[in-house]
Structures are given as C-alpha cells and as structure tokens.
C-alpha cells in the first residue's frame, strides 16, 4: 500500500464546475496535511494545509479532512481553465512530507 | 512564506562529473530539504538538511552520491556526484516555515541533464 494515494486521474471538468480531488493515506499519526499544485515546468506551490478534522475555506478552494477515514480532499469551486495543473496531495508525519502521485486537472472552456 | 531560490536553474552535465546546486532562503529556517521529482513522477525527498549537522538521508540516497551542506539557517548545497544518465532530474530544495504551521515551500528547481 502506497503511503499516499491520489484519485489517478486525469480529470477533466467544464469551466465553472466543482473539481473533486482525492487523496487517502496509510500513516494513522500524521497531524498536517497539504494541497500544492503544480504547473507544468514549475515547482508546486502550496494552495492549502489543514491540520484538524472538518473543512477549511480559502475562496474557491475547500479542503477536507477526515483522520478517522485517514482522507483528505480538495473542492475547487467555479473552476477556471487556470487551474489545469497537477494537484499533489502532501502528508506530513513528523517532518518528513510524503506525496501522492499527483492528479492532473484539466478545466475546459 | 519563505522565498527560496536555486542555482543552477538547468545545467547539462556528462557523465562522471558533478554538480553542486545552491539553495537561499530569505530567511532563516531551521528546516530544509531536497527532492527529486523525475518526469511525469511527484516529488522523493532526497535528504532532510540539517544545520550544524550531518543530512538525514531517505532510503535509497547515501552520503557519497548526495553530499549536502547547510552552513547556516539560509543556505544549503546539494552535490550530485559521479553523475550518470539515471540522474536526469529536477532537484528542489524546500524550506519548512517555522513562523507558524508546518508549511513547506518549494524553491524553482534545477533541471538536470546527464549525457
């Protein structure tokens, strides 16, 4: 079993629409939790962390977690074709950060 | 959040040489890292670089290929020695932000090329 896993995608959702990425993981003591995406040629940047169980809000974006079922997921609401990257889902057990594969979002006009 | 930079941006390397690429911080981390993301692949963290300290290595990375230096809390090397085709890559250096949460931030990335 993979330590962090993401829905493998590609995902491909019209403009506007809610974009759901998922992500479970294996480590049941990992306290933080973290979305970056990833443009192609660049380095991930960081969209979102969450730390304790529930939603977290950061305008269009939504992420979620849930320790008991050791998932984690991010919303993106009104997607625009801007979004089109890789989401990596990144889980931090002591200081060590572990990614998922990574989910390729493709947003359509 | 911390701004982080690298150098080399891209270097085409032959084999059986070595490249050692800096990572600067904007301010002072007592955490930094190095990855390696292979095309099409996500990020595998190389080594935790400690300062004051010899590097903490993951499973499948050594000393002698990989030596790291962290002289102060806003600078890091990573050297890729003895290079070979197998270590086309990009490697990125990342800092934890200490200020608040555990954040970690990404520097642009050395894109490596071993003829």
């Known amino acids: 079993q993979k330590e962090v896993e993401q829905n493998s995608g590609p995902l491909s959702v019209p403009e506007g629409a809610i974009a759901s990425l998922n992500c479970t993981y294996s480590d049941r ?3 933080s ?16 962390s969450i730390y304790s169980n529930g939603d977290k809000e ?6 979620q977690l849930n320790k008991a079922s050791q998932y984690v997921s991010l919303l993106i609401r009104d997607s625009q074709p801007s979004d089109s990257a890789t989401y990596l ?3 931090l057990s002591g200081s060590r950060l572990t990614f998922g594969e990574g989910t390729q979002l493709t947003v359509n006009p | 959040s ?4 690298q150098k080399p941006s891209r270097d085409i390397c032959q084999r059986g ?27 595998t963290l190389i080594a935790t670089a400690n300062q ?22 806003t600078f890091s090397t990573l050297t ?4 070979s085709p197998e270590d086309s890559s990009i490697y990125l250096c990342s800092a934890q932000d200490t200020s608040g949460g555990y954040e970690q931030y990404f520097g642009p990335g050395t894109r490596l090329t071993v003829t």
Do not use: H
């Open chain 2, 17 to 43: 040489t070595s490249l050692t690429i800096q990572c600067q911080v904007d301010s002072q981390v007592t955490m930094m890292f190095w990855y390696r993301q292979q095309p099409g692949q996500s990020l």
């Open chain 1, 33 to 48: 939790f973290f979305w970056y995406r990833q443009y192609s040629g660049k380095s991930p940047e960081l969209i979102m």
């Open chain 1, 58 to 63: 950061d305008g269009r974006f939504t992420a």
């Open chain 2, 80 to 83: 890729v020695s003895n290079m």
């Open chain 1, 89 to 91: 889902c990144a889980v």
């Open chain 2, 52 to 73: 004051g300290s010899e590097a903490t290595y993951e499973s499948g990375f050594v000393i002698d290929k990989f030596p790291i230096s962290r002289p102060n809390l």
């Open chain 2, 2 to 5: 911390a701004v982080i930079s």
């Open chain 1, 29 to 31: 003591g990992s306290q």
